[in-house]
């Protein structure tokens, strides 16, 4: 167990609404990256928030959102649901330094778009 | 896009056989790490090789690094049922890039 935690562990929505996803870091991490995974791919980097700060973001629309806390939990929000959105959401947390550092990942949220 | 690309998707072996799992990567990295995921849950790190470094080993994981080849691979030796799970190679680039990883490959050991 890597002591980064994740709610809810699924949620199910439909076409057209907003989700919020929530990670509380590893103690001492104060660096957060968000990942999506569909079915039987690898994890897609979504962005990362370092001390509060979007800090680099991958290839999504900016219907995806995020916030990192003082305590460095952060959200996910996606609005504007679509089918596609149907993945595993995954947050990391790491050590300050750079995108690539050792991530250390919570279990997951299943998000299920009807 | 994925960059790492693990070869092969699927690989089933028996209790106490070795497995080897392949990873080809298309432009030039600064490390590459692999991860290990039980059954659609959240992905536990393995291990990382610089690409100044040629072979790591940690437990019964022995990784090898080739940059002229762009590859790596993985070998677990003796498997237990326990290792049954999709395993990730994940690169970056120089520039502090984020990770990119690969579709993985599913393993599955028959006790």
């Known amino acids: 167990e890597t002591g980064v935690t994740q709610s809810p562990t699924h949620l199910i929505k439909t076409r057209g609404q907003q989700v919020t996803l929530r990670c509380s870091s590893q103690?001492?991490?104060?660096?957060v990256s968000w990942y999506q995974q569909a079915l039987g791919q690898g994890p897609q980097f979504i962005f990362q928030?370092?001390?509060?700060?979007?800090?680099g973001r991958g290839n999504f629309p900016p219907r995806f959102s995020g916030l990192q806390f003082p305590n460095y939990s952060s959200e996910l929000n996606v609005n504007a649901l679509e089918l596609d959105d149907s993945a595993l959401y995954l947050c990391?947390?790491?050590?300050?330094?750079?995108?690539?550092?050792?991530?250390?990942f919570g279990p997951g949220t299943r998000l299920t778009v009807l | 896009s994925q960059q790492g690309e693990e070869d092969p998707q699927a690989l089933s072996i028996q209790e106490g056989e070795n497995a080897t799992m392949n990873c080809s990567y298309k432009?030039?990295?600064?490390?590459l790490q692999w991860y290990r995921q039980n059954s659609g849950r959240g992905l536990v790190h393995l291990i990382l090789?610089?690409?100044?470094?040629r072979e790591k080993h940690s437990g019964r994981l022995r990784v090898t690094l080739d940059t002229s080849k762009k590859s790596s691979s993985l070998l677990i030796t003796a498997s237990r049922a326990a290792d049954t799970a999709s395993y990730f190679c994940?690169?970056?680039?120089?520039?502090?890039?984020?990770?990119?990883f690969g579709k993985g490959t599913r393993l599955s050991v028959i006790a």
């Open positions: 990391a947390s790491s050590l300050p330094g750079t995108r690539s550092d050792t991530q250390y």
């Open positions: 103690s001492g991490h104060n660096t």
């Open positions: 928030y370092y001390r509060e700060e979007e800090n």
């Open positions: 432009t030039s990295i600064n490390n």
């Open positions: 090789i610089r690409s100044n470094e």
């Open positions: 994940a690169t970056d680039a120089p520039g502090n890039t984020p990770l990119v």
